[in-house]
């Protein structure tokens, strides 16, 4: 209630009068509101966008038909009837039956115009885009007719015959006859009307004028309809793959046929690329500065990579040790990373913008061109919204349906703008409006008012202080823990379902895992690589916090191939896929989770977790050297070699099944693992069962 009442004042203060102003001013505050409301002028074109919105579509670029003398026409007409046929056939597999419209328009038609040396806002200019889009529609409505008199007319052409002619009439007569292309027209489409008072017309509409972005990629960003080129630069990209804008090719052969100089318009549009003789900032005025040859050069070669000088005077351009011993740049200026070297140098915003119009260049309307050729170039930034309209109403006075190109309104127009620019364009002789409002930004934000302060209020006694306390959240940003330049680790072959695994593991001083690598032997590879990134991604994952207990409890039990079992690894014997046996050894080795280890080769499931007690007996009684355990390269000979490890009891009782209540030291081994089964002791490490002793 509050919106149509909204809605309901801002219309009635439009100032529409009668009848058909109200119905106007409703119109446009429907179209500012949704962007889904068409005006038409004329019943028959309301009906034609119906069908137009559902047509089959097709774009001809005009460009690709320009040869040494000109444009090539009769290839242009082929193409045209070449495309009739192949909508038609779409329109026969499901399209609408009764009516059979089609939708073809023309594509780089701006540019066209460039060439010719026609600006887009010029009598001229739009007098040779209509002729182009009167050849077009004659050769179309000559290829429906032909189509008509081999199958059948439209369903409804009978009931629509008389508009439909009287429309190709009005057309034909409107056609000039001044140019070749418009004598071609004319000619054409005397011939398409006769045939289609004779045969009938296959479709009821054949071109159009719209907008489609898909259409106008696949013709490598080419405008179609009337819309204008986005300007008179161009991209290409050079063999290394650098982006240089350069000044278009319809831009220059519209400056020679003009009779107008490339070489300073392409000065003032791209600039020189060189801060030699540049005002302000130049290579004389570095150099007082504390800048050497070396540095100099440096941001020479990056210009024609950058877009304005601040970027080629980067701290990583210019290098950081330079910036700040030099310059004496702050450190903390350097981690941000939107330090102005120009400014910190010493130079002024005047000398740096001077420096920067003459490397650069300027835009098309402070390059100080010659009027005629600040019209010839001017783009979608500099043309109007009123020359656009004047374009699209030369143009849809030849097609069979209207332009459906939208008005665009600024996201802040009320509804009031909406009824005048719908107004205007109606004056302009377009046969439809079509009313869209921008987007909202994504930064815009209501400026509202702070809340009103509150007034104190008055205690009549003393507040009561009692103690609190207070839970206080820090939150940090994650900072990387790096690993030492010279670590620990092992190396684990295995192979799992005959698929040979090296498993290398780096670790920090106090022994937790900080990376780790993966190697496959004879693999492709693609899955090489792809598991040799994946250790990566999960190194950086743990040297940022992450846990190894949560990328164990998200791979183990992972299934795919290669699976199956597990040589070379004491500990596990199964895996249902690589990463499950690595992140199974990963939770062996460092987070003793034994309930990880398997050793039976043939289960082969989700849970092989062994089968008790025998699994965890050491098949080794006697001591072992240090050397099987410790890096003789990384201790660097501080391990002496009579080092050895003596035999310990299983690190988990719980999986080693023990039932033990206490225990007692062994004669046999020395180790603390004698308990009472029975009527005798018997020693869970070595085996052995001594005499009790009374």
């Known amino acids: 209630?509050?919106?149509?009442?909204?809605?309901?004042?801002?219309?009635?203060?439009?100032?529409?009068?009668?009848?058909?102003?109200?119905?106007?001013?409703?119109?446009?505050?429907?179209?500012?509101?949704?962007?889904?409301?068409?005006?038409?002028?004329?019943?028959?074109?309301?009906?034609?966008?119906?069908?137009?919105?559902q047509a089959p579509r097709a774009a001809i670029l005009v460009t690709a038909f320009m040869g040494e003398n000109g444009l090539d026409l009769d290839a242009l007409i082929e193409a045209v009837r070449l495309w009739i046929v192949a909508l038609e056939i779409e329109t026969a597999i499901g399209g609408d039956g009764a009516w059979r419209p089609l939708g073809l328009t023309l594509a780089g038609v701006h540019d066209y115009l460039l060439g010719q040396g026609l600006a887009y806002d010029s009598d001229t200019g739009r007098a040779a885009a209509s002729e182009l889009f009167a050849l077009t529609a004659a050769a179309a409505n000559a290829a429906s007719s032909e189509l008509a008199s081999r199958l059948t007319p439209y369903p409804e052409f009978d009931a629509d015959k008389d508009q439909r002619l009287g429309a190709l009439k009005r057309q034909v007569k409107a056609m000039g006859a001044t140019t070749a292309v418009g004598v071609k027209a004319a000619r054409l489409g005397k011939d398409a009307l006769r045939a289609a008072a004779?045969?009938?017309?296959?479709?009821?509409?054949?071109?159009?004028?719209?907008?489609?972005?898909?259409?106008s990629l696949r013709l490598g960003g080419a405008g179609l309809g009337t819309a204008p080129v986005a300007g008179p630069l161009s991209v290409i990209e050079t063999g290394d793959g650098v982006l240089a804008p350069i000044l278009s090719a319809s831009a220059a052969a519209g400056l020679a046929a003009i009779g107008a100089e490339v070489e300073p318009v392409v000065l003032a549009l791209l600039g020189h690329r060189d801060l030699t003789g540049a005002p302000g900032v130049n290579p004389g005025a570095l150099r007082e500065r504390g800048f050497t040859d070396h540095e100099i050069a440096v941001v020479q070669a990056a210009l024609p990579l950058t877009r304005d000088l601040r970027a080629a005077f980067s701290a990583d351009v210019v290098g950081e040790g330079f910036v700040r011993d030099v310059l004496g740049a702050p450190?903390?200026?350097?981690?941000?990373?939107?330090?102005?070297?120009?400014?910190?140098?010493?130079?002024?915003?005047?000398?740096?913008?001077?420096?920067?119009?003459?490397?650069?260049?300027?835009?098309?309307?402070?390059?100080?061109?010659?009027?005629?050729?600040?019209?010839?170039?001017?783009?979608?930034?500099?043309?109007?919204q009123a020359a656009r309209t004047a374009m699209t109403a030369a143009a849809e006075a030849f097609t069979c349906a209207p332009a459906l190109i939208p008005?665009?309104?600024?996201?802040?127009?009320?509804?009031?703008?909406?009824?005048?620019?719908?107004?205007?364009?109606?004056?302009?002789?377009?046969?439809?409006?079509?009313?869209?409002?921008?987007?909202?930004?994504?930064d815009f934000a209501l400026d509202l008012p702070p809340p009103p302060e509150e007034a104190p209020r008055r205690t009549l006694a003393s507040p009561i202080v009692t103690e609190r306390i207070v839970e206080k959240i820090v939150e940090r940003d994650p900072t990387r823990r790096r690993l030492p330049d010279r670590r620990k680790g092992y190396i684990q072959k295995a192979a799992v379902g005959g698929h040979k695994v090296y498993l290398h593991t780096g670790e920090y001083e106090d022994g937790s895992l900080g990376e780790l690598f993966i190697d496959m032997h004879k693999e492709?590879?693609?899955?090489?690589?792809?598991?040799?990134?994946?250790a990566i991604a999960v190194s950086i994952g743990l040297q940022y916090g992450v846990p190894l207990e949560e990328f164990a409890d998200a791979f183990v039990f992972t299934r795919f191939e290669p699976a199956g079992p597990v040589t070379g690894n004491d500990s596990i014997r199964s895996a249902t896929s690589i990463l499950d046996y690595i992140f199974r050894e990963l939770a062996v080795s460092y987070l003793d989770r034994n309930d990880l280890a398997n050793a039976d080769p043939d289960e082969f499931n989700a849970d092989g977790l062994g089968r008790g007690s025998?699994?965890?007996?050491?098949?080794?009684?006697?001591?072992?050297?240090?050397?099987?355990?410790?890096?003789?390269?990384?201790?660097?000979g501080a391990a002496p070699d009579n080092l050895v490890f003596l035999p310990t009891a299983p690190r988990d009782r719980k999986a080693a099944g023990t039932a033990q209540t206490e225990q007692d030291v062994c004669p046999s081994c020395g180790d603390f693992s004698l308990s009472r089964r029975g009527g005798r002791l018997v020693c869970e490490t070595c085996g052995a069962a001594p005499e009790m002793r009374g």
């Open 524 to 534: 492709g590879a693609a899955f090489r690589s792809l598991m040799n990134n994946f």
């Open 331 to 384: 450190a903390e200026a350097l981690s941000r990373g939107d330090l102005d070297v120009l400014a910190l140098a010493g130079f002024k915003p005047a000398d740096i913008a001077a420096a920067d119009a003459h490397v650069f260049g300027r835009g098309l309307g402070d390059a100080g061109l010659p009027p005629e050729v600040t019209a010839l170039l001017a783009g979608s930034g500099e043309l109007g």
């Open 407 to 442: 008005q665009r309104l600024a996201w802040s127009d009320d509804p009031a703008a909406a009824t005048r620019l719908q107004s205007a364009a109606a004056s302009s002789g377009v046969r439809a409006v079509w009313l869209v409002r921008d987007p909202t930004p994504l």
């Open 1 to 53: 209630d509050q919106r149509l009442g909204a809605l309901k004042r801002q219309v009635k203060a439009m100032g529409a009068t009668t009848a058909v102003g109200v119905k106007a001013a409703r119109l446009a505050a429907a179209g500012w509101e949704s962007g889904r409301a068409v005006l038409a002028f004329d019943p028959r074109d309301a009906e034609a966008v119906g069908r137009a919105i």
């Open 614 to 636: 025998a699994d965890g007996v050491l098949a080794e009684d006697e001591p072992l050297p240090a050397s099987r355990f410790i890096s003789k390269g990384f201790s660097r």
């Open 198 to 215: 004779r045969h009938g017309l296959r479709h009821a509409e054949t071109t159009a004028i719209f907008d489609d972005p898909e259409l």
